[in-house]
């Protein structure tokens, strides 16, 4: 990735798409409109520190209640003394895998999304220049990667797929990577970031 790039994407995130959510591809499902949703936030952290640039994420631990062993972004619910959502992101990021908050450089937000389980989420995007080693937290983190930004930036690598979930069929995005498989929230927010991307080089 160039500076060059980077201006521009940054540059894209100032007029984010609309909101997604899980519900995008599921049309059929009615959503009551007076749903209260909780505010959380992840963090999208763009690595330029090797050769190829690379965006981390993380392989949930199999032994959590929510969501055992699924691939997510750095991140989690607000919390009452965080300032704001970029906060929230950059504080789970340091807690699940040992992110210094200091050495990421923010350059925006993608639109909300919201989530089957009653999450209203904001995708954060961060930059990292200086080297990084994750030190995944036991109880939460089985694991951290990094994966090629250029594989995320690919819209063509993104497919839908489904499954039945609570007796319905529901429909999502995906976008496997060696032996991970990418899906739901986590392939929905890449593939906006994609998206945005995509049109920013038209653009240019």
């Known amino acids: 990735m160039t500076d060059d790039f980077l201006t521009s994407l ?9 909101p997604s959510s899980d519900y995008d591809l599921n049309p059929d499902v009615s959503l009551p409109l007076n749903r209260k949703l909780r505010p959380a936030a992840v963090l999208a952290l763009i690595d330029l520190s090797g050769f190829d640039p690379c965006l981390w994420l993380t392989k949930r631990s199999s032994a959590l209640q929510h969501h055992p062993g699924q ?10 003394t965080d ?17 210094p908050s200091e ?3 923010l350059i925006g937000r993608l639109a909300s999304h919201e989530t089957v389980t009653g999450f209203l989420v904001t995708p954060v995007l961060g930059v990292i220049r200086a080297p990084f080693t994750p030190k995944p937290e036991i109880g939460e983190v089985e ?3 990094a994966v090629p930004l250029q594989h995320v930036l690919d819209t063509s690598r993104f497919s839908v797929q489904s499954r039945r979930w609570r007796g319905q069929r529901r429909h999502y995005y995906t976008i496997p990577y060696g ?25 240019a």
């Open 179 to 203: 032996p991970y498989y990418i899906w739901g929230a986590t392939a929905r927010i890449l593939f906006a970031l994609a998206e945005v991307a995509r049109k920013e080089v038209a653009a």
């Open 71 to 80: 691939v997510a972004f750095p991140g989690g619910k607000k919390d009452e």
């Open 143 to 145: 694991e951290a990667f």
């Open 103 to 105: 050495d990421v450089e």
């Open 10 to 18: 940054t540059r894209a995130l100032q007029t984010p798409p609309a």
């Open 83 to 99: 300032v704001d959502l970029a906060s929230t992101a950059l504080r789970e990021a340091r807690e699940e895998i040992g992110l």
